[in-house]
């Protein structure tokens, strides 16, 4: 499945043309409504090839493409604040015990560091955690339209602990990995390597997310819909 997904934007004749126009957004992601761009694309991704869809959908239907990434945004950002919330209380609660013992205290600073590493260390899983988590979210939503599917515990649970999906996520994780990698020596020069970097990321993420789509549709059997004129890809994103 590995080489399929690197392969995957270029089973569509027009490949280029959406790598550019990903690209390009990618690069202005700090705009904010690129990204949601981005992301909605992601998740068309998601929903043609968990119907088993080998031709990548094309960049189009601006508003519902950047409503849905604004909703894909949305159930990242939830997964994403929980890691943060539990580092930041931590990390109050070791400032208060430090304070408390009014900085000349061993046993205080001993205590308030003790319960900020532990802070630190519960972020780190709970953050593995939130990133194993949350594309599998991202296709309970893109799969059934619905925001409330990315948080139900009942329909997750199975994927989560199916060796079939962590097998899928490691494979998505070593293609970001090395796309990082990879933009990382392109930074040797500035500011083509951020440019380059851009487009680079953009071929990673899908690629990534085709293997998540098309395992998330092996766990749930999907059928590709036949000739019924509403392709995967082209479902309503509202």
């Known amino acids: 499945m590995l080489s399929e997904s690197i392969n995957y934007l270029r089973n569509d004749e027009s490949w280029l043309k959406t790598v550019l126009i990903?690209?390009?957004?990618?690069?202005?992601s700090f705009l904010i409504i690129p990204a949601f761009v981005v992301l909605g694309y992601t998740l068309s991704v998601i929903r043609a090839t968990m119907h088993g869809d080998e031709k990548p959908p094309e960049f189009g239907e601006w508003a519902d493409m950047t409503v849905d990434g604004i909703k894909g945004f949305a159930i990242v950002l939830v997964y994403s604040l929980i890691p943060a919330i539990i580092a930041m209380v931590f990390g109050?609660?070791?400032?208060?015990?430090?304070?408390?013992?009014?900085?000349?205290?061993?046993?205080?600073n001993a205590f308030g560091g003790i319960v900020t590493l532990l802070g630190l260390l519960a972020a780190f899983v709970l953050g593995i955690f939130a990133a194993y988590v949350t594309p599998a979210a991202l296709s309970n939503y893109a799969?059934?339209?619905?925001?409330?599917?990315?948080?139900?515990?009942?329909?997750?649970?199975?994927?989560?602990?199916?060796?079939?999906?962590?097998?899928?996520?490691?494979?998505?994780?070593?293609?970001i990995f090395a796309a990082s990698v990879v933009t990382g020596l392109l930074n040797v020069?500035?500011?083509?390597?951020?440019?380059?970097?851009s487009f680079v990321t953009f071929y990673a993420v899908v690629a990534a997310y085709y293997i998540i789509g098309t395992t998330?549709?092996?766990?749930?059997?999907?059928?590709?819909?036949?000739?019924?004129?509403?392709m995967p890809g082209e479902q309503p994103a509202v």
């Open 22 to 28: 990903g690209g390009v957004l990618t690069f202005f």
């Open 92 to 108: 109050f609660a070791g400032i208060l015990s430090i304070a408390a013992g009014g900085g000349d205290s061993g046993a205080a």
């Open 143 to 175: 799969e059934t339209d619905r925001m409330g599917a990315a948080f139900s515990v009942s329909e997750l649970r199975p994927i989560l602990t199916s060796g079939k999906y962590a097998t899928a996520w490691l494979m998505a994780f070593v293609v």
């Open 189 to 197: 020069v500035p500011l083509l390597g951020f440019v380059l970097g």
């Open 216 to 230: 998330w549709g092996e766990l749930h059997e999907i059928e590709m819909m036949e000739d019924d004129g509403d």
